[in-house]
């Protein structure tokens, strides 16, 4: 662990002190806790560290202790990956600066050029903005790069990523040889480390460590679903969790919409958020859930990086990220500032080998479980069914609707009327159905009942042993070794068997996965018939 250091060991000023102190902040985060010093110092640093540590405030606080603000020219340069991260930045520089007046700008497309060029032209200390749009300014000399002592490259993955790398390098070569340049980024690529080396003078390294890295407060879920019903499933843990505010990611922008049309059909409200609505919807949007008037945020990768709003108690991966890095920043959209969070994912069998990829990256194990029964969703609402009975109960009127329940209660029991009134008011057509249970028929695969046998293209030739073989299912498809049934391995082929609940969990692991540097070809195995 770090030996934590308080702010006041950082010589600080007064004025910064003061601002971080009504912000809120106690004590440095390990990043702030290092870079400030070396930044501080002069030094070039490159971090590494994961959202959610404090990356801002980490070249904010001393781009700020360093600012002149009587010089009303260009100082400090912030690139980000998109509009909404550039947003924030300044938000959060204009706080850290408040009691130095500091002035910060985002810059970023989708906004009115011509009134950046007009705050421009009144002076701004700090520019924070995504590649593009800085570069049209560069061109139209809008901006000014010469008088810059600080180059930062926030999320420089992200940036990478999203194709930037051009751009940023001539942004770059338009600053002044004699300024610090500082990288931050969750993942130091070839392409990133190559950059670093180009542009940073002797930088110093430094980073939060992997234990720091995984978020302990942040709990981890995955819901088993098929593609049918993912929809239908997604519902029922909305209706079982208790959720303050969830961010819901989709992999594509129509998967926003189709899911926010989805939500909306079945009276969940929500909001979309992606790239192809215009700045000024976006912007609606996200201060509609950042004030907490919304609860449920539908979104992409890219439209959501780097948002931090402090009470989003649940991110929900919808369609589980295509990579491990994306699956890091995704959670850390919650659990933000020390607070409890939740990450739920929805996975169908396909995606189980992605799954086991995340599970390496944040190194945990992420716990798999039911999805809540019809049972469950009613009782989480038992509470809010009687409230509204007995609501209904009192403001009455009930004269119409009660000689239709005299006239029943000749022939019923007065409960089981009830009861019908309730199943009538309150059951979604369908939702009696056990969501979970589609599972696969695998036929007749000659296995012991409740097991499913599997075919494998690798054999005793491949130097295969039993113990390997058990250990590569229990790694590579995340079920308990001790499961795996029984084992034959022949010359070229293996047959193995696996319990019924984690044979599409197996399958779908395993085939085409490399054993003992082959390629596995894997299916369930077929028993054939006396005649053919
Ligand atoms: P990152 O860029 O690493 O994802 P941010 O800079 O956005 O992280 O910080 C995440 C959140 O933590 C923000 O809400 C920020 O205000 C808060 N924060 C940053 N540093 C501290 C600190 N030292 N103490 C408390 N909260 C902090
Ligand atoms: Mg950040």
């Known amino acids: 662990m770090h030996e934590l250091k308080k702010f006041g060991s950082l010589e600080l000023s007064r004025r910064v002190l003061n601002a971080i ?8 985060s390990p990043i702030q806790a290092e870079a400030i010093p070396l930044l501080m110092e002069g030094e070039d640093v490159i971090g590494q560290a994961q959202t959610g540590t404090g990356k801002t405030a980490a070249f904010a606080i001393p781009i700020l202790e360093k600012m002149n603000p009587k010089f009303r020219g260009v100082q400090a340069l912030v690139l980000t990956p998109t509009r909404e991260l550039a947003i924030q930045v300044a938000e959060e520089i204009t706080k850290i600066g408040k009691y ?19 705050t421009l032209k009144r002076g701004v200390h700090i520019v924070v903005g995504t590649p593009g749009r800085l570069l049209d300014h560069l061109r139209r000399k809008t901006l000014k790069l010469d008088s810059i002592r600080f180059a930062v490259l926030d999320e420089a993955d992200e940036m990478l990523d999203m194709g930037f790398i051009d751009d940023i390098e001539t942004i770059l070569r338009e600053t002044p040889g004699e300024k610090q340049t500082l990288l931050f980024s969750a993942t130091m690529p070839a392409e990133i480390q190559r ?8 930088p110093r390294f430094v980073s939060v460590s992997r234990d720091e890295l995984t978020v302990p407060q942040i709990e981890q879920v995955f819901y088993e679903v098929k593609e049918f019903n993912k929809l239908e499933g997604l519902c029922r843990v909305l209706d079982v969790t208790d959720i303050k505010q969830a961010i819901i990611f989709c ?10 049309a989805g939500l909306e ?14 700045q000024a919807q976006r912007n609606r949007v996200m201060r509609k859930f950042r004030e907490g008037r919304a609860e449920i945020l539908v979104a992409t990768d890219v439209a959501a990086r780097g948002l931090d709003i402090e009470n989003v108690s649940h991110v929900i991966n919808y369609d589980i990220p295509q990579d491990p890095e994306s699956y890091v920043h995704r959670i850390g959209r919650t659990g933000r500032a020390g607070k409890a969070g939740s990450a739920v994912s929805f996975v169908i069998p396909k995606e189980y080998r992605l799954l086991r990829l995340i599970e390496k990256t944040v190194n945990t194990r992420i716990k798999r479980c039911p999805l809540p029964t019809f049972e469950d969703v009613l009782e989480s609402q038992r509470e809010v069914i009687i409230d509204r009975l007995s609501d209904t109960l009192q403001k009455g009127g009930l004269e119409h609707y009660r000689s239709i329940v005299e006239e029943m209660a000749g022939n019923h029991e007065n409960e089981e009327i009830a009861a019908a009134a309730l199943k009538l008011a ?5 939702s009696h159905e056990t969501i979970d249970a589609g599972e696969v028929d695998f036929g007749n695969t000659g296995a012991k009942e409740g097991m499913v046998r599997f075919f494998m293209n690798i054999g005793r030739e491949n130097e295969l042993r039993p113990q390997d073989l ?15 049934g029984a084992i034959r391995i022949f010359d070229r082929f293996t047959f ?9 969990r197996v399958l779908y692991s395993m085939d085409r996965s490399i054993i003992n540097g082959r390629r596995v070809h894997m299916e369930p195995a077929k028993v054939r018939n006396r005649q053919d």
């Open 265 to 278: 059909a079945r009276g969940y409200e929500s909001e979309g958020l992606h790239g192809d609505l215009t």
């Open 426 to 430: 309150f059951d979604i057509e369908g």
């Open 100 to 118: 130095k007046q500091s002035r910060a700008l985002a810059i970023y497309g989708g906004q009115s050029i011509d009134r950046q060029i007009l």
């Open 470 to 484: 058990v250990r590569t299912i229990a790694e590579e498809a995340g079920v308990p070794g001790g499961t795996v």
């Open 195 to 202: 950059l670093a080396k180009k542009y940073l003078r002797n």
């Open 21 to 28: 102190t009504d912000m809120g902040f106690e004590e440095p």
């Open 251 to 260: 992999r594509t922008k129509r998967g926003v919409d189709e899911l926010v």
């Open 496 to 504: 193995v068997e696996v319990p019924r609940e984690y044979a599409e």
